[in-house]
């Protein structure tokens, strides 16, 4: 018992503090326009609810005069009419006005959370995003953003306005005719809205599991999708489809529920509304029958009942709604609580490069604190100079990328630039003076032209095409049907392994960086291109300092100095010849190299 009233206490302050995180958006400082809105938009609301209020009154008094219809005058009979029409049209203009002027609001609100959250997002650490589901990522966005719009719409047009019609309609009533036709009503509205309260929340643990069957459902479906090509390698469809629908059958159970219990909450209610309503008019019949009524005001009484319970009705929904609006916004919320493994330091600077020296001092680095990768490197790469770093897969060449580009803190030692540790430099500083081609090359579905401009976004078509000229692509681009308009597909998949790569060689040569990063930049390559794009790439470093991570040897054999990596440490360096005198790892891998050059070559000789 303790622990779900623990539980429960738990829920209530996660609610508030999805409001109190949600509200600065709702009323913010800076935006006193936005404030006036508000303000405008709830005079609208109660000048509506008065309109709706005084709508059955004057309906009232039309019914009782027409029982006097020989000492009445039709011009008062007209009046009296007319006025509860414009009484009508009063509440649904001044409705109308409120959600127009609220409407900018909500949306703003609403673009503003998700920006914030996929900034957010953005700003996490690569260890969150190699970490994540896409799928249920992306989903528990979409909900939570709308989710805002849903609260803001429910309890600013729905629960607020009702709650002040109750309470004028129940002093009405207390007023102008007797206080048990208030009490009456109140007992029913309080027994209905703690009913409707109980049902909803059982329901909420329903559509909680709901939520989490769908998440876990579209997970597995952008999970499959996005691995469409190996799901077609292993004949796995079937395989996919039936995992898919495992997942969907869970959520089916959950629907099925759900659905139950929204009968239940359906029943319950129509039944509590129909015994208030029944005990109201029958007192309101007696007291016509009795003389102490007129005919108008039973009517009176019955269209202020109805007015009330059709809002009542949808109570059940409304509430449903705002909760799990609530724990949709939370989930999305709880995304910007993720902290940030890597941050500015309070007292960061723009880096400055002078020269483009690059230091690695006693780098020591795991992605689990218990197995290192990195253990203790040490190494300089001088201005202007090319350094190449080979060894085995699993090494730790590319985490020395991901290091240098500060996706990852090192565990201890320094790496520095000119002098200043990456550590004390802002991020966007630091990013925006390497630039790299990845071994790995992922492209947004989008145009050729928009992914080569990825590299300097401000930079003009015309600089971007001369970049692709130097990346040997530019005469590929402008053969295809549509050319630079031409869209890559999703991650780029219409194209080759090759030309993904040489769209990110050319994206690098727009940024035109002090500082380079080639991480295996032509494994996807033949040999031809391989060469032809080797001598743009080697023209693109003079001048500037270059880590070239490599599998290909022979794409090193120039550089000012080879690092042999293996098992996280140095093991051998120097240039390409005297690595090949030490008959050592690098002679080993050279020779290895060389031999299956060799046998590839006489393959393609027999098969001529």
């Known amino acids: ?7 429960v206490e738990e829920n209530r302050k996660a609610r508030v503090g999805v409001l109190k995180m949600l509200w600065p958006y709702i009323w913010p400082k800076d935006r006193p326009v936005f404030k006036l809105r508000i303000l405008l938009a709830a005079i609208c609301l109660v000048l509506a609810k008065v309109c709706n209020v005084y709508a059955p ?17 039709a011009a008062l009979l007209v009046g009296v ?3 509860y029409g414009l009484a009508r049209i009063g509440a649904t203009l001044f409705g109308e006005i409120r959600e127009a002027l609220f409407a900018a609001v909500a949306q ?3 673009r503003q959370v998700g920006c914030r959250v996929f900034e957010h997002l953005h700003a996490l650490s690569l260890r969150f995003h190699l970490e994540r589901r896409t799928g249920g990522l992306s ?12 609260l803001l719409r429910f309890a600013v047009f729905n629960i607020f306005p009702t709650i002040f019609e109750i309470i004028v309609v129940l002093i009405i009533l207390w007023v102008l005719l007797d206080w048990r036709f208030a009490a009456v009503t109140l007992v029913t509205i309080v027994i209905y809205v703690l009913y409707t309260k109980e049902v909803t929340t059982w329901r909420l643990g329903i559509r909680r599991q709901m939520n989490e ?8 479906a952008i999970d499959s999708l996005l691995n469409y090509e190996t799901v077609k390698y292993f004949n796995a469809e079937a395989h996919e489809s039936k995992r898919f629908d495992q997942a969907l059958a869970a959520y089916e159970k959950a629907a099925i529920k759900s659905t139950i219990s929204l009968s239940t909450l359906n029943v319950g209610q129509a039944a509590i509304i129909s015994v208030g309503l029944v005990a109201v008019m029958v007192m309101a019949g007696l007291g016509v029958k009795n003389g102490n009524m007129t005919i108008g005001e039973f009517v009176m009484v019955n269209a202020y009942l109805i007015q009330l319970y059709q809002p009542l009705n949808m109570f059940g929904f409304v509430y449903r709604e705002i909760m799990q609006s609530l724990i949709d916004m939370e989930k999305m919320f709880s995304l910007l609580d993720v902290p940030q493994e890597v941050q500015d330091s309070p007292t960061a600077k723009p880096l400055s490069v002078s020269a483009g020296e690059v230091r690695f001092d006693n780098v020591v680095f795991g992605y689990d604190e218990r197995r290192p990768i990195i253990k203790g490197i040490s190494f300089t790469v001088r201005a202007g100079k090319t350094v190449a770093i080979v060894g085995p897969s699993g090494s730790g060449k590319s985490t020395l990328g991901r290091l240098l580009y500060r996706f990852y803190d090192v565990g201890s030692g320094s790496i520095s630039i000119d002098n200043q540790d990456i550590r004390d430099v802002s991020q966007d500083s630091l990013r925006d003076c390497i630039g790299i081609v990845p071994q790995d090359t992922v492209l947004f579905n989008d145009s050729l032209i928009y992914n080569v401009l990825y590299g300097r976004q401000n930079a003009s078509e015309k600089e971007a095409k001369e970049a692709a000229r130097l990346a040997q692509i530019a005469d590929f681009i402008e053969n295809l049907p549509d050319g630079w308009a031409t869209e890559v597909g999703e991650r780029g998949l219409k194209l080759s392994g090759g030309e993904k ?11 035109d960086p002090p500082i380079l990063l080639l991480d295996e930049a032509t494994s996807a390559l033949d040999t031809a291109t391989e060469r032809a794009i080797q001598s743009n790439l080697d023209e693109l470093a003079r001048g500037r300092t270059a880590i070239v991570i490599a599998h290909r040897l022979s794409t090193v054999v120039n550089a000012d100095e080879i690092l042999v990596f293996r098992d996280g440490i140095i093991s051998e360096r120097g240039q390409h010849h005297k690595l090949l005198e030490q008959q050592g790892i690098y002679a080993e891998m050279w020779a290895r190299q060389q031999e299956d050059k060799t046998k590839l070559e006489h393959t393609m000789t027999a098969q001529d």
């Not at 008094?61 to 005058?73: F, H, T």
């Not at 989903?139 to 849903?150: D, M, N, W």
């Open 1 to 7: 018992m303790k622990t779900m009233s623990r539980g």
């Open 57 to 73: 009154l004057f309906y009232k008094d039309a019914i009782d005069s027409l029982g006097v219809a020989e000492n009445l005058s």
């Open 81 to 83: 009419i007319v006025a």
């Open 108 to 110: 703003n609100v609403v």
């Open 139 to 150: 989903r528990a966005i979409e909900r939570g953003v709308k989710a805002i719009e849903t």
């Open 213 to 220: 069957e769908d998440s876990r459902a579209h997970s597995k």
């Open 501 to 511: 790569q040489r769209v990110a060689i050319a994206r690098t040569i727009l940024k």
